[in-house]
C-alpha cells in the first residue's frame, strides 16, 4: 500500500479532530464561571470560560488568608523506594500482625498545609497564630525550644513522620513501636486492665487500641506536653487527641506497607477534626539502626539545656 | 540543635537510604539454625556497680590502673561529667555497661537482630546476629564511634557470640574503669535454663589491661511488662540520679 495514502487518511483526521474541538469550544463558551484560579476578566469584557472547569473555590477566611500568607516551609525530601530482594522475608498474612521494621516512605513534611483530602487544615485563629509565631521565630534565627531539640519524646506523629526505621513488636495486651530516632517508643494498649493509666503523663501520651475489622485504631491522649506534630510546628494542645487507623496492607507485589491515618482533634486550635495519610514501607533490611544518642549534646552541663533555643510564649 | 540538624540529615541521608535498602537484602538472609530465642524481660540477678573479673583483680596495665584512680578522686570531687558522662548528662551508658543496670530490659529477636530495650532511658543497644553484609554507608556513619559501639554475633549452638567494637572511648566500663578506642567486648550469651539469662563477658583493651579479663552476669526472667517513660534527663533535672545504681 501506497504511504501517501495514509497520509492523506491522517491529514483527513486532524482535519476532523481539529473541527470537532472547534465546535466544542465555540458551542461551550458561556461567561458564568472562572476556572480555580484563573485571572478576573478585564473590565467590560466576558470572560470566556468553559463550563466543564470546576466551580470556583470560596474565598478564603481571615484565618486562612492569614496561614496561607507565612513563609512557604522547605520543600519536604524522602528517599525513593527500592524492591526488596527475592528472598527478602515478607510480613505474615495475618492482617492482626503488624510487626516488622517500618520505614516512613513518604516525602517529609515539614509543615502539614493541607489534609489528606487537600483542603486546607482548619485552624482557629488561635492556632494559625501558634503556627506563625513558631514559624516566624524560626525566620528571624530565634526558633522556640521543642522537644526534638531538647532531647524528649516528640510526639507520635513527629516520630513516625521522620524517615527513620522502627519496629513493632506485638502481643495480645501490647503493641510496641521502638524508633532509632531518639531511641523513642510507643506503647499501644489493648487492654487498659493490663497497663492502667499511668499516675503521670507521658510525652508520648497514652494510647489504647482496638481492632476494627482488620484496621488497628488507637487513641492517644493526656499529653504531658503541647506537641509539634511537625517540624514547623503545627501545633497539638496538650488537651489534643490524635486518633490514628493503622492498616498493613499487601498487595503481592513484594511491597507491603503500613497505611496510617491520623486524625487531629483539638478544638484548642482546629475548627473540626482533619486528617492526614502516610505510609511505611516494608524494610527488614534496616533492622539494625544507627545509635541516636542526643544526651551527649543536650545534657551538658557546661551548655544551656535549651540548647540555645528560646523559650515559647505562653498561650 | 536537634531540630535544625534533622532537616540536614534528612536532605542527605534520606536520599541515600534506597541505596542503602537496595544493598541490604541483595542476599541471602542468614539461616537462623540452633538460634536459641532470648527473647523477654530480663533483669540482673545480684545487683552491682561493678564489673567484677571471674578471678582476682582487674588486670590494668599502669596507664588503666593510673587512669582508674583518677576516676576514682573526681568520683569523691563528684565532678562527674570529667570522667562518667553517663551521670552528668543522661549520656547512654553503652556496652557493657548498660548490662549492669538495675532495672529490667527486654530483648527482641527478629531477622537475626537482637534488639535490647531498655527501661532505663528507653536506652537500645542491638546484635547484628543475621549474618547480611553491613548497609552501604555512604556518609562513613559507621566510622564514627558509638557509646554501645558495632556488635556483631553468631550462633554457636545455643549460644550468641557477640564481638562488639568500634566504641567512644566517653563510657566507663561500669562505674568506675575505663577503657579506650581500641576496647573489644567479646560476649557469650545464653540460657542456662529457662527463665535464666547469662552473659559472660569478655574484656580486651592492650592500651588499660595486661590481658583479656572476664566477667559474667546473669539476669532472671520476668513477667511481661510495659515499661514506664523513663526520661533520664527530666530525672536528672530534678536531682534525681542519672543512673541508678544497685
Not at chain 1, 117 to 137: C, E, F
Not at chain 2, 47 to 70: C, D, H, I
Amino acid at each position: 500500500m501506497r504511504t501517501d495514502f495514509s497520509w492523506r487518511r491522517g491529514l483527513q483526521g486532524l482535519v476532523l479532530v481539529g473541527a470537532a474541538m472547534g465546535a466544542l469550544g465555540s458551542g461551550a463558551v458561556s461567561a458564568q464561571v472562572p476556572p480555580q484560579g484563573a485571572p478576573p476578566a478585564p473590565d467590560g469584557q466576558a470572560p470566556a470560560y468553559s463550563q466543564f472547569g470546576p466551580p470556583p473555590p470560596p474565598p478564603l477566611t481571615p484565618t486562612e488568608k492569614f496561614v496561607t500568607e507565612l513563609p512557604p516551609p522547605m520543600p519536604g525530601g524522602g528517599p525513593p523506594v527500592p524492591p526488596l530482594a527475592a528472598d527478602a522475608p515478607m510480613p505474615t498474612s495475618d492482617p492482626h500482625d503488624l510487626q516488622g521494621t517500618w520505614h516512613h516512605n513518604q516525602k517529609l513534611e515539614f509543615r502539614m498545609q493541607r489534609d489528606m483530602y487537600g483542603v486546607l487544615v482548619p485552624y482557629n485563629m488561635d492556632g494559625a497564630k501558634v503556627l506563625a509565631r513558631r514559624v516566624n521565630s524560626l525566620r528571624k534565627g530565634a526558633p522556640y525550644i521543642n522537644a526534638s531539640a531538647t532531647c524528649r519524646p516528640p510526639g507520635q506523629q513527629w516520630q513516625l513522620d521522620l524517615n527513620f526505621p522502627f519496629q513493632i513488636f506485638q502481643s495480645k495486651d501490647w503493641i510496641e513501636f521502638v524508633f532509632e530516632e531518639y531511641h523513642g517508643r510507643w506503647q499501644v494498649i489493648l487492654d487498659p486492665e493490663k497497663a492502667p493509666r499511668p499516675a503521670h503523663k507521658n510525652y508520648m501520651g497514652y494510647s489504647v487500641a482496638h481492632w476494627d475489622g482488620n484496621t488497628l485504631v488507637v487513641e492517644s491522649s493526656d499529653f504531658r506536653q503541647a506537641l509539634w506534630l511537625d517540624v514547623d510546628g503545627t501545633p497539638l494542645s496538650a488537651k489534643g487527641k490524635l486518633i490514628q487507623r493503622i492498616r498493613k496492607v499487601d498487595n503481592a507485589d513484594r511491597a507491603p506497607f503500613l497505611e496510617v491515618i491520623t486524625t487531629i482533634v483539638d478544638p484548642v486550635y482546629y475548627t473540626r477534626p482533619w486528617s492526614v495519610v502516610r505510609t511505611f514501607g516494608w524494610h527488614p533490611g534496616l533492622t539494625v539502626f544507627n545509635e541516636y544518642n542526643c544526651e551527649e549534646q543536650i545534657g551538658d552541663p557546661s551548655v544551656r539545656a535549651d540548647a540555645g533555643l528560646v523559650p515559647e510564649p505562653k498561650d | 540543635m536537634d531540630m535544625l540538624t534533622s532537616r540536614a540529615r534528612h536532605s542527605l541521608g534520606a536520599l541515600l537510604a534506597a541505596v542503602v535498602v537496595a544493598a541490604a537484602f541483595t542476599t541471602a538472609t542468614a539461616a537462623q539454625a540452633g538460634a536459641a530465642n532470648l527473647e523477654g524481660v530480663w533483669k540482673i540477678a545480684v545487683p552491682t556497680n561493678t564489673l567484677k573479673p571471674v578471678s582476682g583483680p582487674v588486670p590494668f596495665t599502669a596507664q588503666g590502673r593510673k587512669q582508674y584512680e583518677e576516676n576514682k578522686r573526681l568520683q569523691a570531687k563528684g565532678a562527674y561529667d570529667d570522667y562518667d558522662i553517663t551521670l552528668s548528662r543522661c549520656n547512654s551508658a553503652g556496652t557493657p555497661r548498660l548490662m549492669l543496670t538495675p532495672e529490667r530490659f527486654k530483648i527482641w529477636q527478629r531477622f537475626g537482630v537482637l534488639t535490647f530495650d531498655f527501661e532505663w532511658n528507653r536506652a537500645l543497644r542491638q546484635i547484628d546476629a543475621s549474618g547480611l553484609p553491613p548497609k552501604v554507608d555512604f556518609l562513613g556513619q559507621a566510622l564514627v564511634p558509638t557509646m554501645t559501639g558495632t556488635s556483631k554475633g553468631h550462633w554457636e549452638g545455643d549460644t550468641l557470640v557477640a564481638e562488639t567494637t568500634n566504641f567512644s572511648d566517653r563510657t566507663l566500663l561500669d562505674d568506675l574503669v575505663p577503657h579506650t578506642f581500641d576496647l573489644k567486648v567479646t560476649e557469650h550469651l545464653r540460657l542456662v535454663d529457662p527463665d535464666t539469662l547469662e552473659d559472660r563477658i569478655t574484656i580486651e583493651d592492650a592500651t588499660y589491661f595486661k590481658q583479656p579479663w572476664d566477667a559474667v552476669i546473669t539476669y532472671k526472667r520476668q513477667p511481661a511488662a510495659l515499661f514506664a517513660e523513663d526520661v533520664c534527663l527530666d530525672r536528672r533535672d530534678a536531682h534525681q540520679p542519672a543512673f541508678p545504681s544497685r
